[in-house]
């Protein structure tokens, strides 16, 4: 049935971008400005600070169909007791959000993004007012290369939570698959992609052939997980075969200064790896606008948004086969890998150098405007709603 009015949405998520990290969960608000294209949206999202010893509840409007609602609560005592009170202040965050929520917007529909903890509010929601929920889960702990989803309680809460969600959107195949390896079983599993902001999207210009080959990395700086400390090694090997390339380095993380040494220890020629620190996000697409080829040697991922922004951008990828990466990168666009062989990164490197124009930039990203664009998200989801709220 066709949607007659715009759908009111309550978005819930465990990360969402705030005064502590801009970063963190930006994916979800993302998600949540392609829902507001063509319905009313307000988040709320609760966040423990260790620096206050009172509640504070910030209140922003994005646009005139997204509003935010941000509560802080405090977080200063460690230990057991820490514990027990931060989970205790949760609950009360949560009471203060869902008051402020109720002023003036009543929700046809919940959205809730990353369990499980935010399912607990959906489901606490459709018992009492008979409000359905859809779950959109991002964590990759469900993977068995991660093994993080631990917990009997945690467990018997998670299947409860997702057996009773009208729908479960995975932002990726394998972590569907994954989700259900756990017995997290709901009839109406979809997956729907993560959001690439429509500047990554912009014609094309073909790099001329006789410049300096640029590679380029972009991530949180977590080396446990993206294994940058495995670029640089592959890299090093490469600069004793050529010296027509550079690697660009994007982002900041906990292991940002202890990356930028260990590429000091190995002594590359000058200029030929950058870092740039955090940029925003239209700097980061000009980053890519600029590159030959992007490369990504994660020990484990889910559904990386740096891979959509490559492909987005028209420009080949280099990735390890982990997660939902084989979902979006094939032979038409890129080259993966195994996990952790810096030998195989080498040779994909140095068979990129040579071949990066070889592959078809403009149909790779008319592809991933299909897939990740805000009008194609924006549509997905908004049928899914459309076919919850408006069922015979």
């Not at 989700?179 to 959001?195: C, D, E, I």
């Not at 200029?271 to 890519?288: C, N, R, S």
């Not at 922004?309 to 666009?333: F, M, R, Y």
């Not at 008319?366 to 989801?381: C, D, L, M, P, R």
């Amino acid at each position: 049935m066709h949607q007659k009015k715009r759908i009111r949405t309550l978005f819930l998520s465990a990360w969402y971008p705030n005064r502590e990290d801009a970063m963190v969960g930006l994916f979800v608000r993302k998600h949540a400005e392609a829902v507001a294209l063509q319905n009313d949206v307000t988040v709320l999202y609760l966040h423990a600070d260790p620096q206050i010893s009172k509640f504070e509840i910030i209140k922003q409007n994005i646009n005139e169909h997204l509003h935010e609602i941000i509560v802080y609560y405090p977080n200063h005592i460690r230990g057991t007791v820490g514990k027990f009170f931060k989970i205790i202040n949760y609950f009360r965050a949560n009471r203060l959000g869902n008051r402020e929520v109720k002023k003036d917007f009543r929700p046809d529909i919940v959205h809730v993004n990353v369990l499980t903890r935010t399912g607990l509010l959906a489901y606490w929601l459709k018992l009492t007012q008979g409000i359905p929920y859809v779950i959109t889960e991002h964590w990759s702990r469900y993977f068995s290369d991660r093994n993080s989803y631990h917990g009997f309680f945690r467990k018997v809460l998670t299947k409860l939570i997702v057996k009773s969600a009208s729908a479960v959107l995975p932002v990726s195949e394998g972590l569907k698959k994954a989700m259900k390896s756990h017995k997290l079983h709901n009839p109406n599993y979809q997956v729907v992609n993560n959001v690439v902001d429509d500047f990554f999207f912009e014609k094309i210009n073909q790099p001329a052939h006789n410049k300096i080959k640029q590679i380029l990395h972009v991530s949180c700086f977590d080396d446990q997980v993206k294994n940058i400390s495995g670029i640089l090694r592959a890299t090093k090997s490469l600069s004793l075969i050529r010296n027509d390339f550079n690697l660009v380095i994007v982002g900041t993380g906990p292991d940002y200064d202890k990356i930028k040494s260990y590429a000091d220890d190995l002594k590359f020629p000058q200029d030929m790896i950058l870092f740039t620190g955090e940029l925003t996000p239209k700097e980061v697409a000009t980053q890519f606008h600029q590159a030959d080829f992007f490369v990504l040697f994660s020990n484990y991922e889910n559904s990386p948004v740096v891979i959509s922004e490559s492909l987005a951008s028209g420009k080949p990828v280099i990735s390890t086969d982990v997660g939902g990466i084989a979902e979006h990168v094939n032979q038409t666009n890129g080259i993966l890998i195994p996990v952790g062989d810096e030998n195989a990164l080498l040779n994909a490197i140095l068979h990129m150098l040579e071949n990066h124009q070889s592959y078809d930039a403009e149909n790779t990203q008319g592809i991933a405007k299909q897939k990740f664009s805000y009008k194609s998200v924006s549509n997905e989801i908004n049928k899914i709603y459309s076919d919850i709220i408006y069922e015979v």
